[in-house]
């Protein structure tokens, strides 16, 4: 097994099964809309379902099926991707429509279990074939994750669609399936996969869709971007969330005329996402210029496909600049005060991703950017009659954190949704607003001087601020608000009495109950070293994938861009695994070690916020709790000296990952945010330290 020819059909295990893990998750966020709490439910599937199939792996003792596991792999790839594809139209979800929890969950579980149980097969049966540790098999396995996860991010990415992907992975593992064994023949089966993609890969990609065809579709570095039409309108989605629709003459006035008929005379404006049908209308104004900012240039080059000659020619005017770029970064590199107006054209902080805009921390970045009668504009979701609990709560953080940044801050009427906030007074009576819009002569065909009236009249505008101030949220970049409204948005819609009561829980209440379970199981296994090896371990999977979904999810939450990221961030935690595998093979005192890692785990989760300053400092964190988790799991098995119990730990391994990204990601990031997830590893690590410790007067 030393040489590097018998070692690549572990790297390709390794491989195989990033790429795969990459590209459901990719696939599971279309479905559900670029909802990222799904990144912490498909991974904790993922690994629940991986680490059963390495439980029965472990029962198998014969080589020859080893070869057979790359097969049905191949095998169940494609109709894996399709399933997914299914989901929506099997649960007569229309587009955008939101998605139960339940059914997230069931859907999420039935798709993915019966690959990647035989994924948690096969690394059993590859240890049983290679007569070498499960240490080894660990590593080699991490470095094809590695591979794959660059491969991905600077090769794959906006090059190649889910579906293809998936083929030639399927391809790649019948011809390693050949190659292990030793039997040409095995070729033959290269047209199973190429003849169901062929057959069913154009159904497969107008399911989501229920019965409307895709007018276009285009794989982006970001996501999956699709054109439906229906008749002359076209609505454009990524991943599955509708970011506008065109043409749309209510939206794109009101979005406009609204924001520039509060400001006394607009100058400089800068417009972050939305539709560039908007551009036509700022240009109506006397104004210089206005920057139009979207990050991903498929999205603008397919907009600009979709728009008629007079919005074509307004996105040609000299008075108007497309910038390529994410608008945090635009708004960050800026040294001095440059806008007048800056106007959100964005969806509802439902995401991560979108829920970046709508935080204290960017409303501070803005500030610095705005003129003196600057003034930030933005939507809110809009309601008819009573607002909702869900709608309440997001809407309130918002303009809490508006409020915590700017001195003033105007709302208008709930059917309207809109909100302003700036350093200087705002002008929002109606009468003067009317004034002034009269006097402007603009010619529009939807917006007029009476929609101001409505908009501003105060007994609503009264209503709407009170109901907001009874919110005491304050949306953050560390503790986004975007999370918490999923939940209660699942609650409110579907009923869910779970949910409710798990809205009910306080930081305090889940500290109790996590220190009585510690000592729980402390007292059942304190002072025996196998049961404690076993607790060790299964808190490496659980500390281990709570760092991975926070890295995730907060990359997200800060960059937004982890849809494009998300290969490089999990290829740093896999190198890292063998690094930290490769690491433990020169330790002399297993037990010893094991000690000093589980110290270095705490230590790292305490630290952690200090990584959170630097996009790069991402990728070192990810690459140091890696190698920590990977140092850990070795040293177990080396703990153990049992090769049989090889499967059984990467098995507990695996059910405590599954742990960590299903708790961290459902309960703890949205009720208690970052930091209190980071401190619920140390609170865990700090037991099995403590017990790894007792060990050492210990016999088994």
């Not at 059909?9 to 479905?31: D, K, Y």
């Not at 869900?390 to 953080?397: L, P």
């Not at 009495?497 to 199981?521: N, P, Q, T």
Request: with cysteine; hydrophobic share 50%; proline share 4%.
């Amino acid at each position: 097994m030393g040489n590097m020819r018998s070692s690549i059909p572990f790297v390709i295990m390794g491989l195989t099964s990033m790429l795969l893990q990459i590209t459901v998750l990719r696939l599971l966020l279309s479905t559900f809309s670029g909802n990222e709490l799904d990144i912490g439910i498909t991974l904790s599937f993922w690994l629940i379902f991986v680490g059963i199939g390495s439980f029965t792996g472990s029962k198998i003792k014969a080589r020859q099926i080893f070869p057979i596991s790359f097969l049905l792999i191949a095998f169940l790839t494609l109709p894996t991707a399709f399933a997914i594809r299914a989901i929506r139209s099997v649960l007569s979800l229309n587009p955008g429509e939101v998605v139960s929890l339940s059914s997230i969950i069931l859907s999420t579980s039935i798709s993915l279990f019966p690959l990647c149980f035989t994924a948690g097969v096969q690394f059993p049966l590859a240890v049983l074939y290679s007569g070498t540790t499960a240490g080894k098999i660990y590593g080699l396995e991490a470095i094809g994750a590695f591979i794959g996860g660059i491969l991905f991010t600077f090769v794959i990415a906006s090059r190649i669609n889910a579906t293809e992907l998936c083929l030639l992975i399927s391809l790649l593992n019948i011809l390693i399936a050949a190659y292990v064994s030793e039997k040409k023949i095995i070729t033959v089966s290269l047209v199973i996969p190429l003849s169901v993609y062929l057959g069913f890969h154009k159904i497969a990609s107008a399911l989501p869709w229920q019965g409307l065809e895709p007018y276009k579709t285009v794989e982006s570095q970001y996501g999956e971007i699709t054109v439906i039409k229906v008749r002359n309108q076209s609505s454009l989605y990524i991943n599955g969330h509708l970011l506008f629709s065109y043409p749309d003459m209510t939206t794109e006035e009101m979005s406009s005329h609204m924001a520039m008929t509060l400001h006394p005379l607009p100058w400089r404006i800068l417009v972050i996402g939305g539709s560039p049908g908007t551009l036509k209308e700022f240009l109506k104004y006397p104004i210089k210029s206005v920057d139009f900012v979207e990050l991903d240039k498929k999205i603008i080059d397919v907009s600009l496909e979709l728009l008629n000659l007079e919005d074509r020619n307004a996105v040609e005017d000299r008075r108007v600049k497309i910038i390529i770029e994410d608008g945090r970064k635009i708004i960050k590199g800026l040294k001095e005060p440059a806008y007048d107006l800056i106007v959100l054209n964005l969806p509802p902080p439902s995401t991560a991703g979108i829920n970046r805009f709508y935080t204290t921390d960017f409303f501070k970045e803005v500030k610095a950017v705005l003129k003196e009668k600057g003034i930030l504009a933005m939507t809110m979701p809009q309601s008819t009659g009573y607002i909702g609990r869900s709608m309440q709560t997001v809407n309130g953080a918002i303009y809490n954190s508006l409020k915590s940044v700017f001195r003033y801050v105007e709302v208008t009427a709930q059917e309207y949704g809109d909100l302003f906030g700036s350093d200087y007074p705002i002008i929002a009576d109606p009468e003067i607003l009317e004034e002034r819009f009269v006097r402007r002569h603009l010619r529009t065909g939807y917006f007029n001087q009476y929609i101001l009236r409505d908009a501003f009249v105060p007994l609503n505008v009264d209503y709407v601020r009170n109901r907001l101030d009874e919110i005491k949220f304050i949306n953050e970049d560390l503790r986004p608000s975007a999370y918490l409204y999923n939940l209660l948005l699942w609650s409110e819609i579907h009923g869910g009495m779970g949910l409710k009561y798990l809205l009910k829980i306080k930081g305090r209440h889940f500290i109790i109950i996590s220190i009585v379970a510690i000592l729980a199981v402390s007292s059942l296994i304190f002072m025996k070293k196998k049961r404690v090896i076993y607790y060790s371990i299964f808190t490496t999977g659980f500390s281990g994938m709570s760092f991975m979904v926070v890295i995730i999810l907060l990359y997200q939450a800060l960059y937004g861009y982890v849809y494009e990221m998300i290969g490089i961030l999990s290829a740093m935690f896999m190198i890292g695994l063998w690094f930290g595998v490769y690491l433990s093979g020169f330790n002399k005192d297993a037990l010893r070690t094991l000690f000093y890692l589980e110290i270095l785990t705490i230590t790292l989760a305490l630290i952690s916020p200090i990584f959170f300053k630097s996009e790069l400092l991402f990728y070192l964190l990810s690459l140091l709790s890696g190698a920590i988790t990977g140092g850990q799991f070795s040293t177990s098995n080396q703990c153990m000296n049992e090769p049989h119990v090889a499967g059984r730990l990467y098995g507990l391994d695996l059910i405590g990952s599954f742990s960590g990204a299903f708790i961290p990601a459902i309960i703890m990031l949205p009720l208690f945010g970052v930091f209190n997830t980071l401190l619920s590893i140390v609170v865990m690590k700090v037991a099995s330290a403590a017990m790894i410790l007792s060990l050492g007067s210990a016999k088994d």
